[in-house]
């Protein structure tokens, strides 16, 4: 069968090329995830014709969409900082001088999900390795976060916010807080800040030179998937600007699959798996308030003694390190950040870690269940079949169509969100993420959040299409096919850096390049529904179990 499909597609690329050359948390995903359910608007589609998941300009479900107040970084940027020279913004503000930082670290790579999008710089474990002459890329299956976003209503930064914003006059003027003695809440809710649009369209015009040649589509519209929240709806209209340019709606149909409670949506799972939004997915959360309670201590004791009249807890000084996060991505420059240590923002981003690990991880019942429904996509796309009868959280309406579920198309785009990007790859099975972290103290693990899904993360899935197998020992510049029928390849790249497929999935073989042949990672995949345990993981009834007990994404004993 795949033999036939490369032949097949060798032609269609010629044929083509004639014509033209050718992708909770912390703030606790329980409360995120209900908050910013509620539709606030509803209005009706017209009576145009075009169904409503075409259409992108009729703002339903959308979310909770309050902008903030604009930035003003001309005034509000303190540098240059002393001792460093000035260093124009670009945009954001990040010389900010930080204690311990003796190496001139990035504490703005510290942040977790809140981090301004950067590629992975120490790779994940295994060599890029270009492709060899006579293959190609034929399909590029794309799953991208949504670029950096105001706070999620109701979660700890806003609450902090709120109170901070009418403590006015309760700090030392002499002390560091003392900027909280005028200090306002500029910060809006939810949808795009300035710099979460640039990368977008950034992400798009990268992606452009990456796999601008997969397009055109065989002379029709691309389909290209999102949500119907606002900032998942823009993410995808800035991409599609970067790598088109404006006129996109002549190159690809935006839908929109509905974002809310009750809706099947692959790229929200979360919404169809109960079990995902109660406490008994809430280890992760739990693990993150112990590692909390004993890394910002001494902040808080800090805090305390600058302030009179306003009691920090630990959480509290946890919720204004979000802050910085927040108020650097929204205004370029936020106070916050030069209130801790070094040592204290590698204790953010490890609670960050440890929060993602329990609640939609390989430490989560529901981890494998909420991004099950996305992994069974993927097989039906490379499969080139439909999805043929209601599967996890897949919306079955849209995926047993072609309209609005292509299974012949080069180029697919999706968009989702960062715990379901998670869950997602831990549905896949990738097992480097699993191992348990310590709520007590940091130790080494992989499960970096700021590097797996900081804003604007991207999987990019390639399919590679190979005149005969491609020598598993391969270095640059060796002898790269041993003797063979063509065989495709399944190349999996997050934030521009290769993952291990054979790490992960001992049946693909040690592989130098980390690829793996697509027919054994297909059998691969094809276990993976049943082992998410979708039904009894998002709906059964189980007990909570301590963070650390569960190691497979799954419930104990289903
Ligand atoms: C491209 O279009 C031709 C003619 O309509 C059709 O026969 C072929 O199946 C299409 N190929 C793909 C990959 O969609
Ligand atoms: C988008 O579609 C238009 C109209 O068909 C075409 O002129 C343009 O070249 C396409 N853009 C790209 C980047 O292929
Ligand atoms: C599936 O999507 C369609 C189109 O948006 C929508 O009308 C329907 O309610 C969705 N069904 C579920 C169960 O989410
Ligand atoms: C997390 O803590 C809450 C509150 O104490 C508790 O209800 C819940 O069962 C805990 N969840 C887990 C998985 O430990
Ligand atoms: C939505 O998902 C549920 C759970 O798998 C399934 O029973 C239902 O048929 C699905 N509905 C649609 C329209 O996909």
Avoid at 35 to 53: C, E, F, H, M, N
Avoid at 153 to 158: F, I
């Amino acid at each position: 069968m795949y033999t036939f499909m490369v032949l097949f597609l060798s032609s269609f690329r010629t044929v083509s090329g004639l014509a033209i050359e050718k992708a909770g948390t912390v703030e606790s995903v329980v409360t995120s995830v209900v908050a910013s359910a509620v539709p606030l608007a509803t209005k009706t589609s017209k009576s145009s014709g075009v169904p409503d998941y075409f259409q992108t300009t009729l703002g339903q479900f959308e979310g909770p969409t309050a902008t903030g107040d604009a930035a003003f970084l001309a005034e509000t940027n303190p540098a240059p900082f002393p001792s460093k020279s000035y260093i124009p913004v670009s945009p954001l503000e990040t010389q900010v001088p930080i204690e311990g930082n003796s190496n001139d670290a990035n504490i703005f790579q510290l942040h977790g999900e809140l981090s301004h999008y950067f590629p992975n710089p120490d790779g994940w474990g295994v060599e890029e390795l270009p492709l060899p002459p006579r293959s190609y890329i034929s399909y590029l299956h794309m799953l991208h976060r949504h670029g950096a976003r105001y706070p999620t209503l109701r979660s700890p930064a806003p609450t902090l916010a709120e109170r901070l914003a009418t403590a006015n006059g309760k700090f030392d003027e002499m002390q560091p807080l003392a900027f909280l003695n005028s200090w306002t809440n500029k910060l809006g809710v939810e949808i795009l800040v300035p710099i979460g649009k640039q990368e977008l369209f950034d992400s798009g015009t990268l992606h452009q030179y990456m796999y601008g040649h997969l397009y055109p589509n065989n002379g029709s519209k691309i389909i290209v998937r999102s949500t119907t929240q606002n900032r998942m709806t823009e993410s995808a209209e800035y991409f599609l600007s970067g790598f088109f340019g404006l006129q996109w709606p002549k190159n690809a149909s935006l839908e929109l699959i509905i974002e809310a409670p009750g809706f099947n949506n692959s790229l929200a799972g979360y919404f169809q798996c109960p079990n995902a939004n109660k406490p008994v997915n809430q280890g992760g959360l739990n693990a993150t308030h112990e590692y909390v309670d004993t890394y910002l201590v001494d902040a808080a004791k800090r805090f305390n003694t600058w302030s009179d009249g306003f009691e920090w807890s630990t959480r509290d000084v946890f919720a204004a390190q979000m802050l910085c996060a927040y108020e650097t991505v929204a205004l370029g420059f936020s106070s916050f950040c030069g209130l801790f240590s070094y040592e204290e923002w590698l204790g953010y981003e490890y609670a960050t870690d440890l929060s993602f690990s329990g609640n939609n991880a390989f430490q989560s019942p529901t981890g494998r269940a909420v991004g099950i429904g996305w992994v069974q996509e993927f097989l039906a796309r490379v499969k080139h079949q439909t999805i043929n009868e209601p599967t996890a959280q897949v919306n079955f309406t849209l995926d047993s169509s072609t309209t609005t579920f292509p299974i012949d198309q080069a180029l697919n785009l999706d968009f989702s969100h960062d715990t379901n990007i998670m869950a997602i790859l831990v549905a896949f099975g990738f097992t480097q993420f699993a191992t348990p972290l310590d709520p007590t103290k940091q130790i080494p693990h992989e499960l970096v959040v700021s590097r797996i899904t900081p804003f604007a993360a991207r999987v990019d899935i390639e399919i590679i299409s190979a005149p005969e197998p491609i020598s598993s020992t391969r270095t640059r510049g060796t002898f790269q096919y041993v003797q063979g029928e063509p065989t495709q390849y399944v190349h999996f790249i997050l934030n521009q850096r290769t993952l291990d497929l054979g790490r992960n999935f001992p049946e693909c073989g040690s592989r130098s390049d980390g690829w793996c042949e697509l027919n054994t990672f297909i059998k691969v995949q094809e276990k993976m529904l049943e082992a998410s345990q979708y039904e009894y993981a998002c709906f059964g009834e189980y007990d909570a179990v301590p963070y650390g007990t569960l190691g497979d994404g799954v419930p104990m004993g289903g």
